[in-house]
């Protein structure tokens, strides 16, 4: 697996990234294919957050935390994870579709999010790959970003849609048409 470990405001020291490395390494019993891993340490008003995104068998996990030291922070995150991970392995497991060869998402393409300002209201553009999946590992995927809606390439229709998660706790879809 590999991993990258970056601080703003925050020395990342071999120290640090030995620990993040080794803690994250042991997730790897729940997915076997754990591709890579970010993490982001920030500093603010004397606290630190962490800011971990996995892509495990090409579903990406996310978790954030916070506290007083990097130690405290990304333990919480952690936490999270690991039950994030746990949950979900386990709905995979119910629906059958961890014996996909590989689970299809939609991932990040390679480089940095540009924080530029488009107009006085969009200040932060992100870039994705979208990859071909069913509905179902649409809402899958949206669940474990913990996102509202997620867009994703049909893999039946071959047609852009977005799935969104409604405030009676039921689902959306969204099926634009050219």
């Given at each position: 697996m590999e991993i990258v470990v970056r601080g703003k405001n925050v020395e990342i020291t071999d120290f640090i990234r030995d620990h993040v490395t080794k803690k994250l390494a042991k997730l790897e019993r729940f997915f076997k294919r754990i591709l890579d891993a970010t993490v982001h340490f920030y500093s603010e008003r004397g606290r630190i957050k962490v800011e971990v995104t996995m892509t495990a068998s090409g579903v990406v996990l996310r978790g954030e935390g916070e506290g007083p030291d990097w130690r405290t922070a990304f333990d919480e995150v952690l936490e999270k994870l690991e039950r994030q991970v746990k949950r979900h392995k386990e709905k995979l497991e119910r629906k059958g579709l961890l014996r996909k060869e590989e689970l299809v998402a939609l991932e990040e393409v390679p480089g940095e999010?540009?924080?530029?300002?488009v107009s006085d209201r969009v200040v932060k553009v992100k870039e994705f790959v979208l990859r071909p999946m069913s509905l179902e590992?649409?809402?899958?995927?949206?669940?474990?970003?913990?996102?509202?809606?997620?867009v994703f390439k049909d893999l039946d229709k071959e047609k852009v849609q977005v799935v969104y998660k409604r405030k009676d706790g039921n689902y959306g879809l969204i099926d634009l048409v050219y």
């Open positions: 999010t540009e924080e530029i300002k590992d649409a809402i899958l995927q949206m669940e474990l970003l913990g996102h509202t809606f997620f």
